[in-house]
C-alpha cells in the first residue's frame, strides 16, 4: 500500500519500511507489467491527433512506475512534448523522485510540476485559484486508501481530464488478502492515517453510482511471507508491521489480536506452496473513461 496522508505516513523510519516492503513483496514489477500490457494502446488511442500531453501522478511516491508510464508515453509519441504534475505528500519520496528525473535522461526532457502536498490540500489549491489545469491521462497508483472522501476524489480529478483522456487508478483487489485483513480486523487497523479500508470493490460501487464508464483489469501479485511465522524474525516484524500499518507489530496489538492476524494471514490470506507461505496481494487496475 503507497504512500499519501495528511501531511503523509511516509517520512523518516516509515519511508525506510515502505522501501523495505517494495524490495521484498514484487509489487512495482506486477504493476510495471500491468502498466505495459495496457497503456501502449491507450495511449494511442488517448493522444490521437493531440500536439501536447499533459500527465497528472496524485500519490507518485519515488517516480518508480511514474518513470516507467513516462517513458511508455515517450515512446508512443516521441516528438509530442509532455508534461508532468505530480502530487505527493512524502518531501522524501518526492525528493527520491527528483533524484531519479536527473539520472533519467528521457524524463530530463519533461517539464515537472512539483505540488509536496496531500490530496485533500491539491484539490482545495486547485478549486481556491479557480484554474482547472486538465490533463491527457491520470494515475492514482496505491494511494486511495489515505484520501478522506472517496467518491469526491475520483470525481473530482475524474473532472479534470482532457476528451478521450484516462484516469488509472490501481488500488488491492476485492478478495485480495489486504482486503480479508484490513476488513476483518478493521476495528484495529483503520486508526492511523487509514480511516477507511477499500479495494478494488469499493472503488467500482464509487464509479457506478457517479455513472462513471471503466475498464477493470487484474495485477496478479503474491509474495512471500513465511518469516512473519518466526517470532524473532526481523525481517517479518518489518513486513507485519507494514502490513497493519503499525509502528512495531508486536508492541501495537495485544497477544490474542496478534494471534488472530497471523492466524487469518495464514488460512485466509495466502497459500502454501515449497513450504512458503504465499500473500495474496493481487491488484486491480481500474481505467476511467472521460
Not at 484495529?188 to 460501487?205: D, N, Q, T
Request: hydrophobic share 40%; with cysteine; charged share 20%.
Amino acid at each position: 500500500m503507497a504512500a499519501e496522508a495528511q501531511h503523509t505516513c511516509y517520512e523518516g523510519d516509515n519511508v525506510h519500511i515502505f522501501q523495505f516492503y517494495l524490495e521484498h513483496s514484487g509489487e512495482h514489477k506486477a504493476i510495471v507489467q500491468c502498466v505495459n500490457n495496457l497503456l501502449a494502446r491507450e495511449f494511442k488511442r488517448i493522444g490521437e491527433g493531440k500536439s501536447s500531453l499533459g500527465v497528472l501522478g496524485v500519490g507518485s511516491g519515488g517516480g518508480e512506475v511514474d518513470a516507467q508510464i513516462l517513458t511508455l508515453l515517450q515512446s508512443v509519441f516521441p516528438a509530442v512534448p509532455i508534461t508532468a504534475d505530480i502530487v505527493e505528500g512524502s518531501s522524501e519520496l518526492s525528493d527520491n523522485f527528483k533524484a531519479l528525473v536527473a539520472n533519467t535522461a528521457s524524463l530530463q526532457k519533461i517539464p515537472f510540476g512539483w505540488n509536496i502536498m496531500s490530496s485533500e490540500d491539491y484539490v482545495k489549491q486547485v478549486k481556491t485559484k479557480g484554474e482547472m489545469k486538465k490533463f491527457d491521462f491520470i494515475h492514482m497508483i496505491q494511494m486511495i486508501y489515505y484520501v478522506e472522501n472517496l467518491c469526491e476524489t475520483i470525481s473530482f480529478y475524474h473532472s479534470l481530464l482532457k476528451a478521450n483522456g484516462r484516469l488509472m487508478i490501481i488500488v488491492e483487489a476485492a478478495n485480495s488478502g489486504w482486503d480479508t485483513l484490513w476488513k476483518t480486523y478493521s476495528k484495529e487497523l483503520c486508526v492511523g492515517v487509514i480511516k477507511e479500508y477499500r479495494s478494488s470493490a469499493e472503488v467500482i460501487a464509487c464509479l457506478k453510482s457517479l455513472g462513471l464508464k471503466y475498464d477493470e483489469h487484474s495485477a496478479p501479485n503474491a509474495f512471500d511471507i513465511t518469516e512473519c511465522f518466526n517470532p524473532g524474525s526481523c525481517h517479518g516484524e518489518r513486513l507485519l508491521s507494514f502490513m497493519t500499518g503499525s509502528d512495531k507489530f508486536h508492541k501495537s496489538f495485544t497477544p490474542e489480536i496478534r494471534a488472530g492476524m497471523l492466524d487469518l494471514l495464514r488460512r485466509k490470506c495466502s497459500a502454501e506452496k515449497d513450504g512458503k507461505v504465499l500473500f495474496n496481494s493481487d491488484l486491480s487496475c481500474i481505467l476511467v473513461h472521460a
